[in-house]
């Protein structure tokens, strides 16, 4: 079955840096975009970033955008959210997601906090 497994989420302070990372196994990774979202507490989920299935296409949140970068390693099931320049209202926990078969599945998320 898909299971999506996303590590990497901390308490950091603003401006700071994290790497998400989501280990993606039970179905084909490189056949397949792959997208970041995000849930701050009370807010709805949004579409943070995503990527096309080989990597050559990306696209991001407007807010995000210039200093949030998807990536994807097809060799090891991963894909990766390198955030820079972190803001107090980046704080969320943030989902990785697959589109398969018409339904969308998702991790058990991880937890990011900026604040000083």
């Known amino acids: 079955q898909v299971q999506l497994v996303e590590s990497g989420g901390d308490l950091v302070q603003p401006g700071g840096s994290l790497r998400l990372s989501c280990a993606a196994s039970?179905?084909?990774?490189?056949?397949?975009?792959m997208s970041w979202y995000r849930q701050a507490p009370g807010k709805e989920r949004e579409l943070v970033a995503a990527?096309?299935?080989?990597?050559?296409?990306?696209n991001y949140l407007d807010s995000v955008k210039g200093r949030f970068t998807i990536s994807r390693d097809n060799a090891k099931n991963t894909v990766y959210l390198q955030m820079n320049s972190l803001k107090p209202e980046d704080t969320a926990v943030y989902y990785c997601?697959?589109?398969?078969?018409?339904?969308?599945?998702w991790g058990q998320g991880t937890q990011v906090t900026v604040s000083s």
């Open positions: 997601n697959v589109l398969r078969g018409g339904k969308n599945y």
């Open positions: 039970g179905f084909t990774f490189s056949s397949y975009a």
């Open positions: 990527i096309s299935r080989a990597g050559g296409s990306t």
